[in-house]
Structure formats: structure tokens, C-alpha cells
């Protein structure tokens, strides 16, 4: 990429004072996102892909949370930006969207009428001027009859058509960049769909780009440019959609892509399964946070691997991972002979 | 799959809202559960498909009598339960036990996992003292905790192993079916295989029967022998878990498949393309007629 990202992120580092002690939520986090693109964050409970989206909104500042690195933002630092800063750039140049849109929309206000007071808090135009706009927006996220429901208030509206006017509403300043926290995790599957084909239409219409936090790999297939999969505080792989669905790096990803169950194959006898749980972030092992749970773990995995590319063909390609890059492609091959074996089909 | 079948219902209908709603009005009854019919044999699993308001939870409760159903009957091994009183129905309940969608909400978090577990033994009467430990130390090794685990509190346990302490109580009185409503759905990825493994062992070790309800129809396909697929009350299809999944009958269940995102970015760019021709064809089928 010789063009300057949109958003760059360096060695972001985000932990907090808890009871128990002090939990490392972000670990040493580098992300780029140009413009145009969209980048799925895709992780675990605990994997610290939320609270990244936080940091980066500026949403988790706080006198327990200590925060470390940068993230340039056009032309700005978000971990460094002052209030009255980080204020304009949110909302104007930053948005989010999250799971739960009535965090966004008040209940007691008509819909239309939050659309308007946000560009006229923003910009300064006639309120039936903005009033147009607000409409438009809610016309353009598929809202039929944008014109009447505009004067709905959120509980009138579905679960879907909901999530439908928080995106209007992120969307009324024409930020350059969407944050979307897990935004269809609450939804029925049909609504999902729905959803996801309108932030890749906003994404492809409008150059908007999208920083979408989910744990639904399914999602991530239907819309991302890139994944960075994070794991335990750090991303352990990193790199264009397909390069991390077929080739995937980090025995973690593997183990995600390996265990997820399919419509569209013949079922295997039994899934695939990654032993153990995610580790506590209050003492997370020494080296590879994977490693207590990783069926490759040898000597070298003390150590913690750097996230660097580990192949010359494809420099974007990231991992955290010591193995060598034919070691993993042998033995993951291995692998799947043998989730293969256990399918019925097989024998 | 043995051909006898444990869980009969017929024609089962619950209704809410009807008669004295809210503030006294009156409401036109909704038709939660509208005339529901299915079967689940010995030590199968049927799959219970369905959205948020497709009925699924309700038929559950009414499956349970835990919500009384305005019309219709669940014959479970046999006998009649609509109808029979609390005490009655006790012993019956012995034998079909409930796996929550949510293992945080689920257990007591003032209880120890020994009492939660032996919880129902107790309940039941069916074990006591050095007895019942030794059997709720079993049932915990049986789901892959450690007997150590006994005196330990939920709270210091991680979703998955939440979910497998309220696997173990449901095991406890050593139930012919078990209704498990949403039992994944609520765990991360790297666990919920664990889980789903789980279940599928403990079918075959014990040969038990589940009601497997979900919204995820790609769990609900791994694990079912059939599916049902449940939609505005009613069981719009029903089948083989494959012939359902590969050759949809209902428009609905052809929607719903439709739209289940595909782990595999190619496919996915080849549906969305599939998709594009069809709108374009629809549109332009528009314009010349």
C-alpha cells in the first residue's frame, strides 16, 4: 500500500485495573485500513476486539483504563486527541454502530427529528434543509415510505429497521469511517442479510469504509477485504479475505475455520474441536497465548512471535506464529484428512 | 434410531393475549403455537428451527406444561401430559430434563456446582448423602469437569464449563430427552464444537433423545437426524436433516437457508452474483411487461 491509510494503528496497548488485578484487554495492536476498504476485526469473547472499537472512538477513557501507542485518523491521533478534538472528528468523520441500536436512539424522540438535531448540532443549515437530508438517509438505508416514518418513534419500528436508522444516524455527517460493533448479532439471519447487503452497498456507493468487530465468520466471508483475527489481546493473523480463509496461518485460525459447521458440505461425524478455553487476561501465558491450547506448541512458542509476514508471495499476510510456513501447510493438510476420515461420506 | 416414539404431540395450539390483556382490553388472541405436530423417536434428535417470534420457546413450554396449551395433546412414553397435576407430572419430568440457552443465568450462583448438579437427585429422591456425591461426582467427569470441581461456585467458571455443569443436572435423573433450547448459542466459537461434541456423545453413551431447538440451522444440521423448521406458529416443513438442508420444499425454509452466511468467501461471491442475475432478471422481466 503506497497510499497512506486511512486509519493506521501502532502498537496500541489498552489494559485496566480490575479487583483481581490489572487485565491486558489490547496487546501491542498494529491494524491499517485504507480508504474504501473494509476490514473485519473477527475474535472471541475477550479477544479485545471491542475494546479496540472503544479506544479508537475514544469511548474508553477513563482514569482505571491506561492506554498506549497511536492511531492516526485523518490527520489526527485518537489515543492523543483532546475532548473538544475527538468530539468533532466522532460523529463527523468517525461513526459506530453497535449490536443494540437503541444505544444510539433516543426512545423518546422521533427518529427523523435525532437525524436532524445531529447535522444541525454539526453543521449550520435550515432545519427543513436538514429535515430533507434526514429523510434521504433514511430513504437511502431502506426504510420505505422514508417521509412518514420519519416521525416514528424507535419502538415503532422492527428490529431491523432499528438497526436501519442507527445506520442513517451514523451516517448524516458522511463520515469516512464506520465502526460496526457486532451489528447484527441481535438479528434473525434474514434481517442479517439484509443488513450486510446494505453496509456492502454503502461500502461500494459511497467509498465508505468499514471496520466491522465480529465473532460470526460466516459475516466476515460476505463482506470484509481483509481480516485480522485476534485472539487473547492480539491479533494473531492477518491478511486479505481469501489469503486468510485458504491458507490460513495461525493454528488458531485453523482451529476457528476447522470447527464451523456447514449448510453447504456433507456433515462430519463429529466437528473438529480446539481443546481448552481462551486464557485470563489478568495472567495470560508467557509467548504465544495460544500455546496452552495448541496441539503444535514446541520449545520456541515461550517466546512471543511477532505479527510479520512469514512468506515472500504474500507480503500482506500476517501471523503470530513460529512453525514454518510448509510445516503449517503439512500439517494443517493433515488435519483435514483426518476430519475428513470421521465424515460419514468418507468412510 | 429405534422406531418408537417418546414425544408425540398433536395438534398442539397455545394462544396469548386473549380474553383480559392489558388494562382489560380486549385482544384478538395470537396464535403462538398454531396446530403443531411432531414426533421425536428413542435416541434421536430432532432439530427445531425457527426466527425470534416463529413459536419455538413456546411450544417448548407448552411441551413442558410449563404454559398450559389451549388445544392439542404431547404424549411423552406414552402418557397423556396435558392436563395432569403438578404431582403427577412430577415423575414424568424426571424423564425429560431442559439444557438453557444462557448457562449464566441458569445456575444459582449461590449454590456450589455439587448442589446444583445433585440438585435434582434430590428433588427426586433418588439418591442421598455418600450416594448422591458419588453420583454427581460422575455426572461431572461424564462432562468432561473434574470432580474437583464440586465445592467450586458458577461464577469462577467460563461459559463453556457453565454449560456443561448445566448439562450434567439435566443428566442427573438420567432422563430419556432432553429439550435443549438454544444449548450453543450463547458460547464462543472455539467452544461450542466442544459442546455440540459433547451432546453427540452423550447421546451414544446413553441413548438419549433431544429436542435440539435453535435459530442456527447449521448447528441444528450437524446435530439432527430431522428438522423441523418452525415459522409464525406453525411446522412449515419437516425431514430428513440433509433433504431439508439440500432440497428445501417450503418457500420459507428456502429463505431461511438463503440467507445463512457461507464460511467461504468464493461461495459467498458466487451466491451474491447468483442473487444480482435474479434481481436483474426480475427487473428487466418488469420493464418489458
Redesign the interface.
Known amino acids: 500500500m503506497t497510499q497512506t491509510p486511512l486509519l493506521e494503528v501502532r502498537n496500541l496497548s489498552v489494559s485496566f485495573n480490575t479487583e483481581e488485578g490489572v487485565v491486558e484487554a489490547v496487546a501491542g495492536l498494529d491494524l491499517e485500513i485504507a480508504a474504501g476498504e473494509v476490514l473485519a476485526i473477527v475474535g472471541?469473547?475477550g479477544s479485545g476486539k471491542s475494546a479496540t472499537a472503544l479506544t479508537l472512538m475514544g469511548l474508553w477513557r477513563d482514569p482505571n483504563v491506561r492506554i498506549s501507542g497511536s492511531a492516526r485518523f485523518e490527520g489526527a491521533d485518537l489515543v492523543t486527541a483532546g475532548d473538544d478534538e475527538l468530539r468533532r472528528i466522532r460523529g463527523e468523520r468517525l461513526a459506530m454502530i453497535f449490536q443494540d441500536p437503541m444505544s444510539s436512539l433516543n426512545p423518546v424522540h422521533r427518529v427523523g427529528d435525532q437525524i436532524v438535531e445531529q447535522i444541525r448540532a454539526h453543521r449550520e443549515i435550515a432545519a427543513a434543509e436538514a429535515r430533507r437530508r434526514a429523510v434521504e438517509l433514511l430513504g437511502a438505508v431502506g426504510i420505505p415510505d422514508a417521509a412518514t416514518r420519519a416521525d416514528s418513534y424507535p419502538h415503532e419500528f422492527s428490529g431491523g429497521m432499528r438497526q436501519r436508522a442507527m445506520i442513517a444516524m451514523a451516517l448524516s455527517l458522511e463520515p469516512s469511517l464506520l465502526i460496526a460493533d457486532e451489528p447484527t448479532t441481535a438479528l434473525?439471519?434474514?434481517i442479517?442479510?439484509q443488513i450486510?447487503d446494505l453496509l456492502r452497498e454503502l461500502n461500494r456507493s459511497r467509498g465508505l469504509s468499514i471496520v466491522l468487530i465480529t465473532?460470526?465468520?460466516?459475516?466476515?466471508?460476505?463482506i470484509a477485504d481483509r481480516v485480522a483475527v485476534m485472539y487473547a489481546g492480539r491479533v494473531v493473523e492477518q491478511g486479505a479475505?481469501?489469503e486468510v480463509?485458504?491458507d490460513p496461518q495461525h493454528p488458531?485460525t485453523w482451529?476457528?475455520?476447522g470447527?464451523?459447521?456447514?449448510?453447504?458440505r456433507p456433515?462430519p461425524k463429529?466437528?473438529?474441536?480446539?481443546?481448552g478455553?481462551?486464557p485470563s487476561l489478568l495472567a495470560p501465558p508467557t509467548g504465544c497465548h495460544f500455546r496452552p491450547?495448541c496441539p503444535h506448541e514446541f520449545g520456541r512458542c515461550l517466546e512471543t512471535p511477532a505479527l510479520e509476514s512469514r512468506q515472500s508471495k504474500a507480503p500482506g499476510h500476517l501471523d503470530r506464529c513460529w512453525l514454518r510456513v510448509e510445516e503449517k501447510r503439512r500439517r494443517r493438510q493433515t488435519e483435514r484428512e483426518i476430519a475428513l476420515d470421521a465424515t460419514g461420506e468418507a468412510s | 434410531m429405534s422406531g418408537e416414539s417418546l414425544l408425540e404431540v398433536r395438534g398442539l395450539v397455545k394462544h396469548f393475549g386473549e380474553g383480559a390483556g392489558l388494562l382489560r382490553r380486549r385482544v384478538e388472541g395470537m396464535r403462538a403455537v398454531d396446530g403443531v405436530d411432531l414426533t421425536v423417536a428413542q435416541g434421536e434428535t430432532l432439530g427445531l428451527v425457527g426466527e425470534s417470534g416463529s413459536g419455538k420457546s413456546t411450544l417448548c413450554r407448552a411441551i413442558l406444561q410449563l404454559v398450559e396449551p389451549n388445544a392439542g395433546t404431547v404424549r411423552f412414553q406414552g402418557r397423556e401430559l396435558v392436563g395432569l397435576r403438578q404431582r403427577e407430572l412430577r415423575p414424568l419430568r424426571r424423564q425429560m430434563q431442559m439444557v438453557f440457552q444462557d448457562p449464566y443465568a441458569s445456575l444459582n450462583p449461590r449454590k456450589r456446582v455439587g448442589d446444583i448438579v445433585g440438585g435434582p437427585l434430590k428433588l427426586h429422591g433418588l439418591a442421598s448423602g455418600a450416594e448422591l456425591r458419588r453420583q454427581v461426582r460422575e455426572l461431572l467427569d461424564r462432562v468432561g469437569l473434574s470432580p474437583e470441581h464440586y465445592g467450586r461456585y458458577p461464577h469462577e467458571f467460563s461459559g463453556g464449563q457453565r454449560q456443561r455443569i448445566g448439562i450434567a443436572r439435566a443428566l442427573a435423573t438420567r432422563p430419556k430427552l432432553i429439550l435443549a433450547d438454544e444449548p450453543v448459542s450463547a458460547l464462543d466459537l472455539s467452544i461450542r464444537a466442544q459442546i455440540v461434541n459433547l451432546l453427540q456423545d452423550l447421546q451414544d453413551e446413553m441413548g438419549l433423545a433431544y429436542l435440539f431447538v435453535a435459530h442456527d440451522i447449521g448447528v441444528v444440521r450437524h446435530v439432527a437426524d430431522r428438522i423441523a423448521v418452525m415459522h409464525d406458529g406453525k411446522i412449515v416443513e419437516e425431514g430428513t436433516a440433509d433433504r431439508v438442508c439440500e432440497q428445501p420444499r417450503d418457500p420459507y425454509t428456502r429463505k431461511l437457508l438463503a440467507a445463512v452466511p457461507v464460511p467461504d468467501p468464493r461461495e459467498a461471491r458466487e451466491r451474491r452474483a447468483g442473487r444480482a442475475r435474479e434481481v436483474h432478471m426480475q427487473s428487466s422481466s418488469h420493464t418489458s411487461g
Open positions: 472471541e469473547s434473525d439471519v434474514t442479517q442479510a450486510v465473532h460470526d465468520i460466516g459475516l466476515v466471508a460476505e479475505l481469501d480463509f485458504y488458531y482451529g476457528l475455520l470447527s464451523l459447521t456447514r449448510i453447504d456433515r463429529r466437528l473438529p474441536q480446539i481443546p478455553a481462551p491450547r
